[in-house]
């Protein structure tokens, strides 16, 4: 059964850095975009971060220059380096992917791709 996995969320003081990673099973990891999402309100997720099949990369403005997306294809799994958390990053984030088509970047949390992550917790004090 195909699947990813997230890991690697918790909570950490206004500054401080997380490291998010993906497990990918089940189906052509190197043929794969890779996305990262954050859950916003009505159960929308935003994509934050992808990575390409060429390991090009795309970040959203409110990440853009505080968060690094990498994967690795022999270990089939994409990172999400989060660095400079604040409270306004406080979300669930998902790992999702669909080797058939392109990651949107607005998308009902669990819909639309075929490989959805459980989500993880990720909290910024103050």
């Known amino acids: 059964e195909p699947y990813v996995m997230e890991s690697g969320g918790g909570s950490v003081q206004a500054g401080g850095s997380l490291r998010l990673s993906c497990l990918a099973s089940?189906?052509?990891?190197?043929?794969?975009?890779m996305g990262w999402y954050r859950q916003g309100p009505d159960n929308k997720c935003l994509l934050i971060s992808r990575?390409?099949?060429?390991?090009?990369?795309y970040y959203d403005d409110s990440v853009n220059g505080l968060f690094t997306v990498s994967r690795d294809n022999i270990k089939r799994r994409a990172y999400l380096q989060m660095n400079n958390l604040e409270p306004e990053d406080t979300a669930v984030y998902y790992c999702?992917?669909?080797?058939?088509?392109?990651?949107?970047?607005?998308?009902?949390?669990?819909?639309?791709?075929?490989?959805w992550g459980q989500g993880t917790q990720v909290t910024g004090s103050s």
């Open positions: 999702a992917a669909d080797p058939m088509t392109d990651l949107m970047n607005w998308i009902p949390c669990g819909g639309g791709l075929n490989y």
């Open positions: 089940g189906f052509t990891f190197v043929d794969s975009e």
């Open positions: 990575v390409y099949t060429d390991g090009s990369t």
